[in-house]
């Protein structure tokens, strides 16, 4: 996993080489391990690495050349140049880069990486579709003067550009493209609104006005006659035809078939040349991730779990399957001093309080493991959230026929000024737009699923993995995201995935291969486990009063919202007055880092150091 930027101008690059360093510093905490640089005449590459696969050859900016085969190095030059940057981990380049040295294209390196460049000489545009894995990626071809971005399939890496006159910038994050921006930051208020709201910016969407994001499954091209072109290459709601050509109709066979695609999955993702290990919650999903991690890796992998958030069983779990699991312990009052650092981290406001011990967690296991392996998707793709199952499901499609599911943090639309009544409107429409995106899947439980992989899961779950656990320069993979697994999930009837009232029946069936039989069946009768935060306890000792009146007092707070009804619904002091203090604080904090403070590049070295957690920036 690394950090990439770049910039592509057709009037030359030199006024933007001055900005590199600043660039470097600001994506270092993604790619700790190296970086380089790559310019030609009209592009600028900016590369930070973090070394998983072929620590000692795998150094970026990849070169290469098209036409004749020819091997990529590092550095070298020719003409007919190719040149690629990649936040990336290709977990079928082993196969491929077989294929492609039948096809003369081989590779001279043993980075996992090397095959998109191969890929893209070989196949051309097509590129992304061979590729398994997640990546977030630039390659330049300078024979067509074209530069290609391009996003995994389900949106695991993050990828940002924006224009600036003629010329395109890029980066993993928005903190890469500060150094090139000739303005401060503004509010972009249909997705801040829709964070506020909801918790999280639909997919596309940036908080930052002007700033747009690479979509999933997308390639952004871009060359001095022509662009930005979007071209999709990957469609979730076309996900069911890429699944096993089974009769789903017959479950028995679906236990055996689940399991060689899980297994399959697993055994790429396990693949590094350097420690690993898994985040594990004491629930169904994570315990499937760790058992067969035991059974696939020769030496058992490190489990890291969270210490207030631990099922009582988890240590003992761990023990029968064999895998050391440390417990890092904090104490909820403890989470707060970081809340600006994970607003530092997300670059937005996230409700999903669970990025506070997930970026505790990833302190630690940065310590030990460079790769760790999480959970998010198996809820996607099998339909294991309450949320999917009737009579959830018949309200959840009520809501989405008239607009919206509910907001997360039931800000009423009164609170909000007035001259946000058309965003308010626009942001209902956008899942009305994403509800009739899903039509072409088979059932009111997969377009449900199908919500939820094109909106919830790259607008919420994957921005937490990678930016909680990049902030720490360690690498977060998602093994039931492989296209293939998440095709057959959707691929399935719904009388298959809930059964008997439960959901993720298929990796249930799963838990009976992989696990001993006593633990598959607590499993079965367990409750959904996850990342719990106690906010009651979080705010316990605040100078509540205090707090109310400083945040009210804050300008962006007074530019978005009726101060005088925000205060009312402080003043009740319930679980709603909680949920509103802490969406007011991460957008304070927002607007505090990104708006306010034009030299941000500067937040990354209090951060990398732990100031940033003591920086006064709370109330």
Known sequence: ????????????????????????????????????????????????????????????????????????????????????????????????????????????????????????????????????????????????????????????????????????????????????????????????????????????????????????????????????????????????????????????????????????????????????????????????????????????????????????HTQATAERLGVPLQTVTINPDQLLPRLPQMVWAAEEPLADLACLPTLVLAEEAARHVKVVLTGEGADEGFAGYGRYRSPAAERLLRRLWRGAPRPAVRLDDELFAPHMAVHLRNGNASYQNLWQATAALLDPVARLQGMDLLATLPGALLPKVDRMLMAHGLEGRVPYLDHRLVAMGLSLPARHKIVHGQGKWPLRQLAQRLLPPDVAMRLARQPKVGFHVPLLQLLSGIPWQQWTETLLRRPIVQELFVVRLLRANLARHDHHSLRLMMSLLQLSLWAALFLENRAATDMVERAAGGGLRQHALLP
């Open 1 to 312: 996993m690394c950090g990439i930027a770049g910039i592509y101008d057709p009037q030359g690059i030199d006024g933007h080489l001055a900005a590199v360093p600043l660039v470097q510093r600001a994506l270092q905490h993604r790619g700790p391990d190296d970086c380089g640089v790559y310019r030609n005449r009209h592009v600028l590459l900016v590369h930070t690495r973090l070394a998983i696969i072929d620590p000692a050859g795998g150094a970026q900016p990849l070169l290469g050349v098209t036409g004749q085969s020819s091997p990529a190095l590092p550095g070298t030059a020719a003409p007919g140049e190719l040149a690629l940057v990649a936040n990336a981990e290709i977990y079928n380049h082993l196969q491929l880069r077989a294929t492609l040295a039948g096809h003369g294209r081989p590779c001279a390196t043993g980075s996992d990486c090397e095959v998109i460049l191969q890929a893209y000489a070989s196949v051309g545009l097509s590129f992304p579709t061979l590729l398994h894995g997640m990546f977030a990626l630039a390659l330049y071809d300078s024979t067509s003067d074209t530069l290609v971005l391009a996003r995994d399939r389900f949106g695991i890496k993050p990828l940002y550009w924006c224009r600036m006159g003629k010329a395109l910038a890029f980066a993993s994050e928005v903190k890469g493209l500060l150094p090139w921006l000739p303005h401060t930051l503004q509010p972009e208020l249909p997705a801040l609104l829709h964070c506020l709201r909801f918790g999280y910016r639909l997919p596309g969407q940036s908080v930052f006005h002007g700033i747009e994001e690479v979509l999933p499954g997308e390639m952004l091209i871009m060359s001095a006659g022509m662009g930005p072109l979007r071209q999709r290459y990957h469609d979730v709601r076309a996900a069911p035809q890429d699944a096993s050509p089974a009769d789903n109709t017959t479950p028995d066979l679906l236990p055996d078939l689940l399991y060689d695609a899980f297994m399959t999955s697993m055994a790429e993702h396990l693949l590094s040349d350097v420690p690993l290990g898994v985040f594990y919650s004491g629930g169904l999903d994570s315990t499937l991730l760790l058992a067969a991690a035991r059974r696939l890796l020769s030496t058992p992998p490190r489990a890291f779990a969270m210490g207030f958030a631990a099922q009582p």
